[in-house]
C-alpha cells in the first residue's frame, strides 16, 4: 500500500519553495515541483497548478525574482531565485516553523504519556 | 512598507495586463511541455503525455483564476467594472442623469458655497508663516464680560523686551490717511505697526522690501510706507518703479520702500490695510493726545506675539501674565495717588490670558458666524430634501430595472455584489452632481458676496481651495451614499424568481401607507416646511424693518465723508472750508440741501456724551449720556427731520456767541417730563460746579440714529461752529432727483476748494440703511430661494410617486372604471394614497419649524418667531402645492381607456 498523502499546510508552501530555491538555486515551476515530489517521496499530494500563486505571492513580497531563460532541454522556461530578502526571510520563517514544530511534539508527546 | 511595495506592484500589473497574461501562458504551457516530455521519456505517446500532464498539473483556467485575483486589486477593478457600466447606464438615459445631476449640482453647489464662506470667516488661517504659533495678548478681570485688548504703548515695551517665550511680539493700530500722488487724492485705512511686524509674522517683500525693527527707532523719524499688493495695483497699476518714490500721506512725504505679498491682508479678516507705516510715527498721524506713546493710561494697541514652538501655552501664559503685572505695578507707582484705590484694584485684578492667534483678531468671525450658521443649516436641508427626491426617483427607476437585477440574479450575482453595483451607480451621480456644482458654488459665492460691503469682502473673495474642494468631495459621496442606499437595499432583496416573472408585484402588495416611497414624500413635505416658514418670517421681518418710521426721509440724500484734520487743518480752517463747501454746493441745480453731521445716519456708529441738565438730580448709578452729534445749519432740512418747537441752528450760533444746543424728543421727555424745553439749560462740563451753558434752542422729532432695530434714544445735537475740535464729518446733500448723479459735481468742488483733500466713503442714505441690513437681505434672499427650491423639489418628488403608482396600477384602474367606478372614485384611489404622508409631514414640518425657530428670535423684528399666520400661510402653500403636485398626474389616471387596458390583458 502506498504511505498516506498529506495536503500542504496553509503557509508551508511558501516556506517549501523557498527551502528549495536555496538548495537548489535558480529553477522553474515545473522544476519546483519535481523536486518537492521527489523530496517527499511522493507523501505530499501537491496539486501543481496551485503553486504559481504561491510563486507570484513571494514575487511580490520582493523574497523571489523571476526571469526569462531555457531549460535543460532548450524548452524557455520562467526562473526563479532567492532574493537578500527572501534568504532572510527563509531564515526567520525556518527558525520558527522549527520552533513551532517542537512545541507541537512536546505538546502531542505530553498527550501521550498522560 | 511591506504592503505597499505589495500594492504597488498589484496596482502596476493592473495596467500591464495584457503583457502578464501572455506570461503567464506560456510559462504554464512550459510547466506542461515539460511535464509531457517526461512521460514521453517513460515511453508514453505524446498525445497520452499530454494528457497525462494536464491530469498531473491540475486545472490549468483554475490556476490562471487564481493567479490573476493573486496578481491584480479585484476590489479596484470590481470599481472600475462597475464604474463603466454605471456609465453606459447613465448614459443610456440622458434625461434621468440631467435631472439627478442638476439637482444635485444645487444642492451640493449651495452647501459648497456657504462652506466656502465659513472656510474663509470661520476656519482659515492668517496667510503667515505657521499661523499656529500666534497668539493674541488679551486680558480680563473676573467681574468683565469678556476680555479686553488694548493695550498702552508702554505696556507693549515691557512685553516685547522682557519676554522670553515669544519669538516676536507685535502691535499694530488702524489709522485714516488722505493719500496724495500724481494730484490725486484719495481716502485709504491703514495700519501704524511695530518694526518687528512683517518679521514676526514671516511674510516676505513682493517689491523692494518690508519695515524691519531699523524703521521703528526714533519718534517722527522715519518716513517710510509699506503697500499693500491690492492697493499697489488698485492705486498705482501694478507700477514697480512708485518703490523709492515719494506719496502724500496727510500732506505729508512718505517714501514707499515695498509692497507687500499678494493674499496678505494683516491680522484682521475684515480689513486689509492699503498702507503700512511704522509704530513711531504715530503722532504724525494722530497728534492727540501728545503723550500717547509714553502714558499707560492710553490703551489703543492690539497685540499678537509669536509663541517660541518650544514653549507650552500655560506656560508662555504664566510667564507673560508676570511679565504684565510687573509692568502694572511699575506704571501704578508712577501714577501714585491719582489712582483711586479702586481702580488699582482691579487693575490689578486683571490677568493676561493668550488666546489662539492663527485667525489673527477675528473681530468678523463674531458678526458672521450666527448668518453662517443659519444660512449652512438651511442649504443643508434642502440638500436633504433633495437626497429624498432622488431617492424616490431612483426607487421607481429600479422598479423599470427589474428585468435587468433578474438576469444577473440568475447569473449568479449576490446581493452584496448587487448592493454594491448600485451604489456605485449613486455615487458616480453624487460625484457628477458635484463636478457640476463647483459651477453654482462660485456663482452663488459671488452672488453672496455682493450682499456684503466692500470692506468687508476682501477677504472672503479667496478661491475655492483644498479644503472647500474636500468638502464638496466628501459632500457628493455621502449624498450619493444617502440616495442610493435606499433603492440598493430593496433591489437586493428581489428574488430571482419573483423578477424573472417580469410581473409587478401585485397591487394590494405594493400600496403600503408606509411604503418606502411615502415615508419619502413624508420626509421631503417636513423638512420644506420649516423653510418656507422660516423664509416667511425673515420676508416679514426685512419688510417690517424697511417700512419702519425712521423718522427721516432717506430717498435722496447723497453722502460722502471729508477730514481735513488729518492734513492738519486748524478748528478755524476746518470751518471755513465747510462752510465754502455748503454755500457752493447749495448753490448747484438740484440740491435741495447741504449739511454737515460728525455722525451719519444708520451707519453703526455713534457718539455719546455726559450731561447735566437744568432741574434735574440724577440717580447714583443712572445713565446721563445721552447721543450726541455735531452737526451745521441744515442738518434737519436735509434729512426731512421735522423741527417741533424752537428754531435750527443758524450762521448767527457762533464760537463767540451763546451756546446753543438742540434735543429730540425722548431727551426732552426724560428730563423735562412735559413741560416745554425750549430755553431749558444743560451742560457737558464734567466739572459739577461748572455752569451750565448750553440753552436748548430746538426740539426735533425722534428717528433711528444707530440702527433701525433700536429703542428711542435720547439725543442732543451742538453745532459745529462752536466745537472745539473737529473730525471727519460726513456731508449730506438731498437732491432733486437720483443722488447717485451729484457725486461728480460735489467732488470737483471740494478739489476746486483743496487739490489734497479727498472725498470719500461716498453712497447714498437708501444704500447705507440697506448695508446696516445684510444679515436679514442675505437670510432672506436664501431662504426664499432655497425655501422654494425645496417646495419645487418636494412637489416633483410628490408627483412622480403619484405618477408612478398609477401607471403601475393601470390595469387595476381600467377594471374598476369596467365595472362602473366614476372619475372623481379614481381620482381618489390614485390621490388618496399620498394623504397621510403629507399631512404627517406638514404637522411634523410645523412642529419642527415651532421649535428650530426659537433660534431666530433675535434675528426677526416685529414678528414673533412663532407667528401664527406666517406658520398658517407657509401649510396652506405647500399643502395646495402638494395637492396640485399629487393631482396633475392622478388625473391622467382618470383618463385610462378600460377598453384598451382590458384588451391588452
Redesign the interface.
Known amino acids: 500500500m502506498a504511505p498516506p498523502r498529506s495536503e500542504v499546510l496553509q503557509g508551508t508552501l511558501d516556506l517549501i519553495v523557498l527551502k528549495t530555491l536555496e538548495a537548489l538555486g535558480p529553477l522553474h515551476g515545473y522544476g519546483i515541483a519535481q523536486r518537492i515530489l521527489q523530496v517527499s517521496e511522493d507523501r505530499l499530494k501537491l496539486n501543481q497548478g496551485t503553486l504559481y500563486p504561491a510563486l507570484l505571492r513571494l514575487v511580490q513580497r520582493g523574497w523571489i525574482s523571476s526571469k526569462w531563460g531555457a531549460s535543460e532541454n532548450n524548452r524557455k522556461a520562467k526562473y526563479y531565485s532567492l532574493t537578500r530578502a527572501g534568504r532572510k526571510q527563509l531564515l526567520t520563517e525556518t527558525e520558527s516553523w522549527e520552533r513551532m514544530a517542537a512545541l507541537m511534539a512536546r505538546l502531542l508527546g505530553g498527550v501521550e504519556g498522560a | 512598507m511591506?504592503w505597499l511595495?505589495?500594492f504597488g506592484?498589484?496596482l502596476r500589473s493592473i495596467f500591464r495586463k495584457r503583457h502578464l497574461e501572455g506570461?503567464?501562458k506560456?510559462?504554464?504551457h512550459?510547466?506542461l511541455?515539460?511535464?509531457a516530455?517526461e512521460y514521453v521519456r517513460r515511453g508514453m505517446s505524446p498525445d497520452q503525455a499530454r494528457n497525462a500532464a494536464r491530469r498531473?498539473?491540475?486545472?490549468?483556467e483554475?490556476?490562471k483564476e487564481?493567479?490573476r485575483?493573486?496578481?491584480g486589486l479585484p476590489f479596484l477593478e470590481t470599481l472600475f467594472q462597475d464604474l463603466r457600466y454605471a456609465l453606459r447606464v447613465l448614459r443610456k438615459s440622458p434625461g434621468f442623469t440631467a435631472v439627478v445631476v442638476l439637482t444635485l449640482a444645487l444642492g451640493i453647489g449651495a452647501n459648497t458655497a456657504i462652506f466656502s464662506l465659513m472656510n474663509s470667516v470661520l476656519l482659515k488661517s492668517l496667510p503667515v508663516r505657521n499661523p499656529d504659533e500666534l497668539v493674541v495678548l488679551r486680558y480680563a478681570d473676573a467681574q468683565a464680560e469678556g476680555a479686553n485688548e488694548d493695550f498702552s504703548y508702554p505696556m507693549y515695551e515691557a512685553l516685547r523686551d522682557k519676554s522670553s517665550v515669544f519669538d516676536g511680539v507685535l502691535t499694530r493700530s488702524g489709522v485714516d490717511f488722505n493719500v496724495t500722488y500724481a494730484g490725486q487724492s484719495e481716502f485709504a485705512y491703514g495700519e501704524l505697526v511695530s518694526g518687528n511686524y512683517y518679521q514676526a509674522l514671516g511674510v516676505r517683500p513682493w517689491l523692494g522690501r518690508l519695515l524691519s525693527p531699523e524703521d521703528d527707532r526714533t519718534l517722527g523719524a522715519h518716513p517710510v510706507a509699506v503697500l499693500s499688493y491690492g492697493y499697489w495695483h488698485a492705486r498705482f497699476g501694478g507700477d514697480p518703479s512708485i518703490v523709492g518714490k515719494e506719496i502724500l500721506l496727510d500732506g505729508r512725504p512718505m517714501t514707499v520702500i515695498g509692497v507687500s505679498p499678494p493674499g496678505f491682508f494683516g491680522t484682521e479678516m475684515s480689513r486689509d490695510p492699503a498702507i503700512r507705516v511704522p509704530m513711531m510715527m504715530t503722532l504724525v498721524f494722530r497728534p492727540v493726545p501728545a503723550n500717547r506713546m509714553q502714558s499707560a493710561r492710553h490703551r489703543w494697541l492690539t497685540i499678537l506675539a509669536r509663541r517660541k514652538p518650544d514653549i507650552a501655552a500655560a506656560q508662555a501664559q504664566a510667564s507673560t501674565d508676570v511679565l504684565y503685572h510687573q509692568a502694572l505695578d511699575a506704571q501704578l507707582n508712577a501714577l501714585g495717588s491719582s489712582v483711586k484705590t479702586h481702580d488699582r484694584e482691579r487693575i490689578l485684578a486683571s490677568h493676561i490670558q493668550l488666546d489662539n492667534g492663527s485667525q489673527g483678531f477675528a473681530h468678523l468671525r463674531g458678526e458672521m458666524q450666527r448668518p453662517l450658521v443659519l444660512m449652512f443649516s438651511v442649504t443643508a436641508m434642502v440638500l436633504l430634501v433633495a437626497c429624498a427626491n432622488l431617492a424616490n426617483l431612483l426607487l421607481a427607476r429600479s422598479a423599470k430595472r427589474r428585468k435587468e437585477v433578474a438576469v444577473r440574479l440568475a447569473i449568479g450575482a449576490g446581493p452584496r455584489r448587487l448592493i454594491r453595483q448600485w451604489l456605485t451607480e449613486s455615487i458616480l451621480l453624487g460625484l457628477l452632481g458635484g463636478a457640476a456644482g463647483i459651477f453654482v458654488a462660485f456663482w452663488m459665492k459671488s452672488g453672496l458676496i455682493r450682499f456684503v460691503p466692500a470692506e468687508f469682502s476682501t477677504n472672503l473673495k479667496a478661491p475655492l481651495d483644498a479644503r472647500v474642494m474636500g468638502f464638496l468631495v466628501i459632500a457628493s459621496v455621502v449624498t450619493g451614499l444617502l440616495f442610493g442606499l435606499a433603492p440598493a437595499l430593496q433591489i437586493s432583496r428581489s428574488s430571482v424568481t419573483e423578477a424573472m416573472r417580469g410581473e409587478t408585484p401585485s397591487p394590494a402588495s405594493g400600496e403600503r401607507v408606509f411604503s418606502l416611497r411615502n415615508v419619502l414624500v413624508f420626509v421631503q413635505i417636513a423638512l420644506s416646511l420649516p423653510l418656507l416658514i422660516g423664509a416667511g418670517l425673515f420676508l416679514h421681518s426685512l419688510r417690517n424693518l424697511r417700512g419702519l418710521d425712521t423718522g427721516f426721509v432717506k430717498e435722496n440724500v447723497f453722502l460722502a465723508n471729508l477730514n481735513p484734520s488729518l492734513n492738519g487743518y486748524s478748528t478755524e480752517r476746518i470751518r471755513s472750508l465747510y462752510s465754502d463747501l455748503l454755500t457752493r454746493l447749495r448753490a448747484l441745480p438740484g440740491v435741495r440741501a447741504a449739511s454737515f453731521t460728525s455722525s451719519s445716519a444708520i451707519s453703526g456708529s455713534w457718539d455719546q456724551e455726559g450731561v447735566r441738565v437744568e432741574g434735574y438730580q440724577p440717580r447714583q448709578d443712572e445713565n446721563m449720556s445721552p447721543n450726541a452729534a455735531i452737526i451745521s445749519p441744515g442738518y434737519f432740512s436735509s434729512l426731512g427731520i421735522p423741527i417741533v418747537a424752537g428754531r435750527d441752528f443758524a450762521d448767527q450760533d457762533t464760537a463767540a456767541g451763546p451756546k446753543v444746543v438742540i434735543v429730540n424728543q425722548t431727551f426732552a421727555h426724560y428730563f423735562f417730563g412735559d413741560a416745554n424745553p425750549i430755553g431749558k439749560r444743560i451742560t457737558t462740563d464734567d466739572d459739577p460746579k461748572a455752569p451750565l451753558n448750553m440753552e436748548i434752542i430746538g426740539l426735533v422729532k425722534d428717528a433711528k440714529y444707530v440702527s433701525l432695530r433700536e429703542k428711542p434714544r435720547r439725543h442732543f445735537y451742538t453745532v459745529l461752529a462752536q466745537e472745539p475740535r473737529l473730525f471727519d464729518m460726513t456731508l449730506q446733500v438731498r437732491t432733486a432727483d437720483d443722488p447717485r448723479s451729484i457725486g461728480d459735481l460735489v467732488r470737483a468742488q471740494v478739489h476746486d476748494l483743496d487739490a489734497n483733500l479727498p472725498l470719500y466713503a461716498t453712497t447714498t442714505l437708501e444704500i447705507q440703511i440697506d448695508n446696516s441690513l445684510i444679515e436679514e437681505r442675505l437670510l432672506t434672499w436664501l431662504s426664499s430661494l432655497f425655501g422654494m427650491l425645496a417646495t419645487l423639489l418636494a412637489s416633483v418628488g410628490l408627483s412622480g410617486v403619484v405618477a408612478f403608482s398609477v401607471a403601475r396600477r393601470t390595469r387595476e384602474i381600467g377594471i374598476r372604471m369596467a365595472l362602473g367606478a366614476t372619475r372623481r372614485s379614481i381620482l381618489r384611489l390614485a390621490i388618496s394614497q399620498m394623504v397621510p404622508a403629507v399631512c404627517l409631514g406638514l404637522a411634523v414640518g410645523l412642529a419642527a419649524a415651532y421649535v428650530l425657530n426659537h433660534f431666530l428670535g433675535s434675528v426677526l423684528f416685529g414678528v414673533g418667531s412663532t407667528d401664527l399666520a406666517t406658520f398658517a400661510g407657509a401649510g396652506i402653500l405647500l399643502a395646495s402645492v402638494a395637492a396640485l403636485a399629487a393631482y396633475l398626474p392622478a388625473q391622467r389616471a382618470t383618463r385610462v381607456d378600460p377598453v384598451v387596458v382590458l384588451r391588452y390583458e
Not at chain 2, 498531473?56 to 490549468?60: A, D, L, Q, T, Y
Open positions: 511591506e511595495c505589495i506592484s498589484r506570461d503567464l506560456a510559462e504554464l512550459s510547466h511541455e515539460m511535464l516530455d498531473e498539473f491540475g486545472g490549468v483554475q490556476t487564481e493567479v485575483d493573486q496578481r
